[in-house]
């Protein structure tokens, strides 16, 4: 029997492998691989969530209405001109598809997000990157990189899986370098983790800025990740766009009834926020100490290096992250975005920090 032949290129696409969450022969792990909420979700979204099981055998609201209006009332947009998904990714896989094709290209930062070049490919187009300076994004690398054929710029900001930020200044010295008929996505998943004076999170460019989207997740610090639900504010023609190419249903009953109630529910993520924040610098403070690398970050993790060690026949990182996982703690390598040497670790809940941090000292001690 004879097998159908995808469209040339994707076949060239390597899978996107998420953060491992289990550990054979370990029943109590703590994971750190993926980024989440230490504290989980939101209880009135837990709530909202449950309700909505009375209500599953109703088809979704197709436009997202309340929620759309939620979102627009908490960060004062347009509530027309923003698009829900099942998650970010679905409205980055949706931009590619609908602006760029075979022929054009599709530009991002060194170690971007890897459903930048996994989008790309899979509407046919060319991912290019363009080299970083001290693991921060390089608005003129980037401007040095656009062709005639560019025809989307993605950027984290703050940017996974480095951790470093991009100031809104630095942000509007790119959109005014681009071509009027560039898209620039500013992928703001890590917005709300985001504190320091000189951050944007992209509201403003997309308001002034010309063809410039901003999308934002619920699976970061509203703790929404196993839900899939993610937004974009737009330019009114880009919004249109979207909905014309988006499923009719693309975003499930009870995603809604929880993103809802996790808007609503601000104390519990003023105290993520701010658990994030002793937290982080406590464990970047640790590590650095240690003698490791840490580049700052503005996100909810830190992105560790290690040195090669005289004597080892195995990388440090890939070391490390052995001896954490028989010490039943996950985090992430960082080898798929060119970080051979790099682990990146979650912030999660204060005994999970210090059992990690002790690890590590066990680990380096050898």
Same mark, same amino acid.
């Given at each position: ?24 022969? #370990? ?18 979204? #837990? ?70 070049? $996994? ?83 992209? $509201? ?52 809604? #009834? ?10 519990? $993520? ?97």
């Amino acid at each position: 029997m004879s097998v159908p032949t995808p469209r040339p290129g994707i076949m060239d696409i390597a899978p996107y492998v998420g953060g491992e969450s289990t550990l054979d022969g #370990q029943g109590q792990v703590i994971k750190l691989s993926s980024n989440e909420n230490a504290f989980g979700p939101s209880p009135l979204a #837990q709530a909202a969530y449950t309700e909505a099981a009375a209500n599953l055998h109703r088809y979704p609201d197709g436009g997202c209405t309340r929620l759309r209006r939620a979102i627009a009332d908490l960060h004062g947009l347009d509530p027309d001109r923003i698009v829900c998904g099942a998650g970010s990714d679905e409205i980055i896989s949706l931009l590619c598809l609908a602006y760029a094709g075979p022929g054009d290209e599709v530009l991002y930062s060194q170690h971007g997000f890897l459903m930048y070049p $996994i989008s790309a490919k899979a509407a046919g187009a060319t991912p290019v990157f363009a080299p970083e300076s001290n693991l921060t994004s390089d608005v003129d690398a980037l401007l040095d990189h656009v062709h005639d054929n560019t025809r989307l710029l993605f950027l984290a900001n703050p940017n996974n899986p480095t951790g470093t930020y991009l100031s809104g200044d630095e942000m509007w010295r790119l959109r005014r370098g681009l071509r009027d008929d560039i898209i620039l996505v500013i992928d703001a998943a890590y917005a709300e983790y985001a504190t320091r004076d000189d951050y944007s999170p992209g $509201i403003d460019l997309v308001d002034g800025g010309g063809n410039v989207v901003m999308t934002r997740t619920f699976s970061k610090i509203y703790g929404l990740g196993g839900l899939r639900l993610g937004w974009a504010y737009c330019p009114a023609e880009i919004a249109d766009v979207l909905n014309r190419t988006r499923g009719p249903f693309n975003v499930s009953t009870p995603a809604m #009834q929880a993103g809802l109630a996790a808007l609503g529910d601000a104390g519990f $993520i003023e105290a993520a926020r701010t658990h994030n924040d002793t937290w982080l610098a406590w464990t970047r403070d640790q590590i650095t100490a240690l003698g490791l690398d840490v580049p700052p970050s503005a996100g909810n993790f830190v992105l560790v290096k290690f040195p090669a060690k005289p004597g080892h026949n195995t990388d440090m990182a890939e070391a490390a992250d052995a001896f954490l996982k028989g010490r039943g703690i996950i985090v992430r390598r960082m080898a798929a975005y060119g970080l051979d040497d790099c682990l990146r670790i979650t912030i999660g809940q204060d005994n999970e920090m210090r059992a990690t941090i002790d690890a590590l000292k066990e680990f380096l001690a050898q």
